[in-house]
């Protein structure tokens, strides 16, 4: 069965500085791998994606995330982070032959002005 | 472009009672997905339709949930006999295919209590 490691609870950083969310996941074949954002009381927004091709993923507000098939780790980024980007991120991963989502059980990110 | 609408947006049911969740894809889209977020936890998937057809169902408890996507109209998730344990926000996502490199939009979610 697939599943997905979020591993930090909550990750802190000060505002301007580089943001990484850690995610690692688990599954049989070539996974498709996905970063949505939450914020408070809202549903969850779309980030970006890795279907195939290079391994690193540009996608919406500036982040982007590396796809390592050795490591099977799929961890998200921003160079520099600002105080908007504080909220709860969720990686997920979608098998192949399957169409549900698998999420992680997100990452609380606080960006400290 | 309109995105995937929920409604209601909160949800109070007392014990006993049933809840009707409804999900409007964003257009053009006709494939919907179904998820449930517990408290402090991630979204877990329930149910997968098409209009007219429940495709994958496996995340489903066994009794007093349903779903269905009619030909007109919204998607319902319909739970009977609520208890305390289904408080959870309910996310519905669409997307404009079934290809696996297809991309899930979420709705606001509907965030059921029950008392």
């Known amino acids: 069965a697939q599943s997905v490691a979020q591993p930090e609870d909550q990750v802190n950083v000060a505002e301007g500085n580089p943001l990484t969310v850690k995610c690692t996941y688990s599954?049989?074949?070539?996974?498709?791998l996905f970063w949505y954002v939450q914020y408070p009381n809202r549903g969850l927004q779309f980030l970006l994606k890795?279907?195939?091709?290079?391994?690193l993923v540009k996608g919406s507000y500036g982040f982007e995330a590396e796809f390592n098939k050795s490591q099977t780790s799929f961890h998200l980024k921003k160079p520099s982070a600002l105080v908007s980007d504080s909220a709860l991120y969720f990686c997920?991963?979608?098998?192949?032959?399957?169409?549900?989502?698998?999420f992680g059980k997100g990452n609380q990110v606080v960006v400290i002005p | 472009n309109a995105g995937v609408m929920q409604n209601p947006r909160h949800l109070v049911r007392r014990r006993g009672q049933e809840a009707r969740l409804r999900c409007s894809p964003m257009?053009?889209?006709?494939?919907v997905y179904w998820y449930r977020q517990l408290p402090e936890e991630g979204l877990k998937f329930m149910v997968y339709?098409?209009?007219?057809?429940?495709?994958?169902e496996s995340g489903m408890p066994k009794e007093r949930f349903s779903a269905e996507f009619p030909k007109e109209g919204p998607s319902i998730l319909r739970i009977q006999q609520v208890v305390r344990g289904d408080s959870a926000a309910y996310f519905c996502?669409?997307?404009?295919?079934?290809?696996?490199?297809?991309?899930?939009?979420f709705g606001p979610g509907t965030r059921l209590l029950v008392l």
């Open positions: 996502a669409s997307s404009r295919d079934s290809g696996y490199q297809e991309t899930q939009y």
């Open positions: 599954v049989s074949g070539n996974p498709y």
């Open positions: 890795y279907i195939t091709g290079d391994n």
């Open positions: 997920a991963v979608r098998p192949p032959g399957n169409n549900r989502l698998a």
């Open positions: 257009k053009g889209h006709s494939h």
């Open positions: 339709l098409q209009k007219e057809n429940i495709i994958d």
